[in-house]
């Protein structure tokens, strides 16, 4: 029965997207099943995606000590492009996973699994995200253009990677922080070691949070025989290997910002340690928070780490300007 003054969740609404969110409540009916393949209702995943994009970006302006106009389109294409590669990714994770998302609690309401949408419909839309993507691709430049096109390898395999192998957030850690190569490249016109090095970093972060956030689904997983790094550790080691994830971000992201920055700047170099120290403090708070048990926490601990990648983004911004 419901509460007196309640308002109804709208039809359709996915179980873990963002209450009030614009989707659900004021996009037209008819591309509502499409913007939430997408995940435009769970905006979350386009931050993760975006932010090591403005991580290479800055990082690669402060060592070069060059800004130009472009940089703002890089900025702004990254962004874009963040949320129609998402979308993309996204859609096909769903159109891979439609069985399985049907045997799990949690995505039991997504589009697919649900009847909003077919299969066909979703991989129709999925190539049209893609292909508005692919325009924005082409205004970078050649070798910028060459790694966008690569990295659609690891968006395509990562949907299956949970059938084979206990590491599959490694394979989301490829995909989802190729953006660091991409705008250090579209920058500088070619590929650097810290680039690298910032990447790598990029994907210890990635193994953090999305452990986390697989925590949410180990009983349905377990039933269904779908692997995560959640099952593998256990709750009781979880914390553990969190720990050494942290390390991991936060000791190569400092070796990155070392790698570029100015020599004899020393007040831009403190600076920009500012975001990896600042970064990992804020994995520190979240692992203090944790609860493995406690889907609700679980998932506000994924969300911040929107917060947690925009720390970098703010110090290396400011050393760009000191």
């Not at 990295?151 to 990562?158: D, G, R």
């Amino acid at each position: 029965m419901s509460q007196p003054g309640a308002t109804p969740e709208p039809q359709g609404q996915v179980s873990d997207a963002v209450r009030g969110n614009w989707v659900d409540h004021h996009a037209p009916a008819f591309a509502r099943p499409y913007l939430r393949l997408s995940r435009a209702d769970r905006p979350i995943g386009t931050w993760l995606l975006l932010l090591p994009c403005w991580w290479g970006l800055l990082l690669a302006m402060v060592g070069d000590g060059q800004a130009r106009w472009f940089d703002l389109w890089i900025l702004a294409g990254c962004g874009i492009g963040a949320f129609l590669m998402r979308g993309a990714g996204c859609t096909w994770n769903d159109i891979t996973d439609r069985d399985i998302d049907g045997s799990v609690a949690r995505t039991a309401s997504r589009p697919i699994p649900s009847g909003q949408v077919s299969a066909k419909q979703a991989l129709a839309w999925a190539v049209a995200q893609s292909l508005v993507a692919f325009c924005i691709l082409l205004t970078f430049p050649p070798a910028a253009i060459a790694l966008g096109v690569l990295s659609l390898l690891p968006v395509a395999i990562y949907p299956f990677a949970k059938r084979f192998t206990w590491w599959p957030q490694v394979f989301l850690g490829i995909a989802f922080n190729w953006g660091a190569l991409l705008a250090w490249t579209a920058h500088t016109g070619s590929l650097g070691l810290p680039a690298v090095v910032l990447y790598v970093s990029g994907m210890a972060w990635t193994l953090f949070y999305d452990t986390i956030y697989a925590h949410q689904d180990k009983e349905d997983d377990a039933l269904i025989g779908v692997k995560s790094t959640a099952r593998l550790f256990g709750d009781a080691a979880t914390p553990k290997w969190l720990a050494r994830f942290l390390v991991g971000t936060v000791a190569l992201m400092g070796l990155a910002v070392v790698l570029a920055a100015p020599r004899g700047e020393i007040l831009t170099l403190v600076i920009l340690i500012g975001g990896p120290w600042a970064m990992g403090w804020h994995m520190m708070w979240q692992m203090r928070k944790l609860d493995v048990d406690d889907n609700g926490r679980l998932l506000m601990l994924f969300r911040s780490n929107r917060d947690a990648g925009l720390l970098p983004v703010l110090f290396f911004a400011v050393a760009l300007l000191a």
